[in-house]
């Protein structure tokens, strides 16, 4: 999903998602071609740090654009759904499919890897180091940890999920003020993810020389296993975006009252843009003209489609969801129901706020709180970040298939 955003909303960002991908490759091929050999230790002696270095820069960001993201984002969903009924019911269906989504994910990821573990050989060393397994965090572990007596005290201590809570009970608040105090709260706010976004992009201008810092180090640790383990970290996370994307279907059946034969045969248009744009955004006018050929009333189209690319996507909360889980898998950490649970309330949240980003931006700052709050280690999402842009083509075709769903569904009287 490479979105650009709208002009005046945050600065345009552009990552190079290609070139980070060749330099995994090419890591890899190179620690694997020059293993046993004095020339890998000296390679070792300066791609080691440049990795390391490249993912403590990535991690300084994600706090405060998580809180600048979370403020605005929710703050646009209200303002979405108080624009009359058409705004409610497309808002209201937004946030049931986004709900089911984060849950679908939170029972089907762990179900996939406990058929299909990930390979044992790499698991070791994609995971960044094994996590203190410890005690498995229960419910009132969850409640406490959502509620700190500090909020600055929690943020400094990195802990995602109180941060999330605060930032979104914030932007209710905001609501409750006078419009003037309001736009200038909201103005610092859009300034600061703006920002930390342009960072953000700083940082991730150089993910080549970090992943290839990462991959060379993986490499000479795993060799070629680590190629496998990716793969299946590719097809996992996909099978998340591909239930939903199966659920458009059923909503546009159900909610939507539309044949299966129709709506098939009117998104193989909007598919085909997709999958060669990677962007909702892109893919706008190809929708319109698929809900054109399902009959769906020009006014409720020209409304939702725009709205559901501006604060929807359908997709994030189970991928995001199945990445998180992922890394649990990988640094052996205890997922409880409890953890699960919280997990899918910050997919939600984080969701709301992380539309219209770059896809790989969007990773970078979705799936972070989601593992924050479960109690997972990050450090696994600096390699899996540089495969993203195969997962993504997923999330695009599952984003644009809901997006024509919900849009029939608001439709229907």
Request: aromatic letters at 6%; charged letters at 10%; proline letters at 6%.
């Amino acid at each position: 999903m490479t979105e650009q955003p709208a002009a005046g909303a945050f600065p345009e960002i552009r990552v190079p998602a290609l070139l980070t991908f060749a330099a995994l490759v090419l890591g890899f091929v190179a620690a694997i071609l020059l293993k046993g050999t004095p020339a890998l230790d000296s390679l070792l002696a300066v791609a080691g740090p440049m990795g390391s270095l490249w993912l403590r820069a990535l991690q300084l960001t994600i706090l405060p654009l998580v809180i600048g993201l979370v403020v605005t984002g929710i703050s646009q969903t209200l303002a979405a759904a108080g624009g009359g009924h058409l705004a409610r019911r497309a808002v209201g269906l937004f946030v049931m499919v986004l709900l089911a989504a984060g849950t679908m994910s939170a029972l089907l990821v762990p179900a996939l890897l406990a058929m299909f573990p990930v390979p044992e050989k790499a698991v070791a060393a994609l995971s960044g180091g094994p996590a203190d397994a410890g005690k498995v965090p229960g419910v009132a572990d969850i409640l406490n940890a959502m509620m700190p007596e500090n909020i600055f005290a929690a943020a400094a201590g990195g802990a995602m999920l109180p941060v999330v809570i605060f930032a979104s009970l914030f932007a209710l608040a905001l609501t409750r003020i006078g419009a003037a105090q309001r736009q200038a709260v909201m103005t610092f706010f859009e300034g600061l993810a703006g920002a930390m976004m342009v960072i953000v992009g700083w940082v991730l201008m150089l993910a080549p020389l970090g992943v290839f810092g990462l991959a060379v180090s993986l490499g000479a640790q795993t060799g070629a296993d680590a190629i496998g383990a990716l793969a299946h970290y590719i097809v996992v996370v996909s099978a998340a975006g591909f239930v939903v994307l199966l659920a458009g279907y059923v909503v546009a059946a159900t909610l939507g009252g539309r044949r299966l034969v129709d709506f098939a045969r009117a998104m193989l248009p909007v598919n085909a843009v997709a999958i060669s744009t990677q962007s909702s955004l892109a893919s706008l006018p190809a929708m319109l003209a698929a809900t054109r050929r399902l009959g769906v009333r020009e006014a409720t189209a020209d409304f939702t489609l725009p709205l559901a690319v501006a604060i929807f996507r359908a997709t994030s909360p189970a991928m995001n969801m199945g990445v998180a889980i992922y890394a649990a898998h990988l640094t052996g950490t205890p997922l409880s129901t409890a953890a699960l649970a919280a997990g899918v309330f910050v997919a939600f949240l984080v969701s709301l706020s992380s539309v219209s980003l770059p896809g790989t931006i969007s990773f970078v700052i979705s799936v972070g709180p989601i593992a924050n709050a479960m109690g997972v280690p990050i450090a696994p999402l600096a390699l899996l970040v540089a495969v993203e842009m195969l997962p993504d083509i997923m999330r695009t075709l599952g984003n644009v298939t809901m997006d024509v769903a919900v849009t029939s569904a608001v439709d229907r009287e």
